[in-house]
């Protein structure tokens, strides 16, 4: 049974669900912060121990990022300077563990799981997930659990 990790990126803070063919499951650690500001220089590769440290612990398959949603409020420079070294140290812990890694745009998302393209992809979690997988579920964790189970559909 393949096993896909999704990956959705809050500022620094990546959330994480594992997913098979059976459903969102619950998932430790749910997710890891990158600190910002001056620490965040001194917190790299701490980071990216703990990204491995969470691949270790879920044994995905695969792992899948969602991608920055287009359009609507534009980020502040620093957050995304902080979501974007996240992902990216999130993608150096994949390659030293030897896991494939891509990112999933939202549009592809809403066509692999026939979402509608009205509201927000977290508007129809429920279509998918009829039940949250654990703790910090709404727009952090079911938005990574979307990501992987696209991905298992078009993987």
């Keep these: 049974m393949t096993k896909v990790l999704g990956v959705n990126a809050v500022g620094g803070k990546l959330w994480f669900c594992l997913v098979d063919d059976g459903g969102a499951l619950e998932t430790e650690p749910a997710g890891l912060e990158l600190l910002a500001g001056d620490q965040a220089g001194y ?12 691949l270790a612990a879920t044994a995905p398959d695969r792992v899948v990022i ?23 140290l999130m993608v150096a812990a994949t390659v030293d563990a030897g896991v494939p890694c891509g990112r999933l745009a939202r549009a592809t998302l809403r066509s692999r799981l026939g979402l509608p393209r009205t509201g927000g992809i977290a508007d129809h979690v ?4 009829a039940e949250p997988a654990g703790k910090y579920w ?3 964790r079911d938005l990574a659990a979307l990501a992987a189970r696209a991905d298992l559909l078009g993987g």
Excluded at 43 to 54: G, I, K, L
């Design 43 to 54: 917190a790299v590769e701490a980071f990216r121990d703990e990204c491995r440290r969470a």
């Design 66 to 88: 969602l991608d920055l949603e287009a359009g609507g409020r534009v980020p502040k420079i620093s957050d995304m300077r902080t979501r974007f070294t996240a992902e990216a």
């Design 126 to 129: 429920t279509q998918v997930f």
């Design 138 to 140: 709404a727009k952090k």
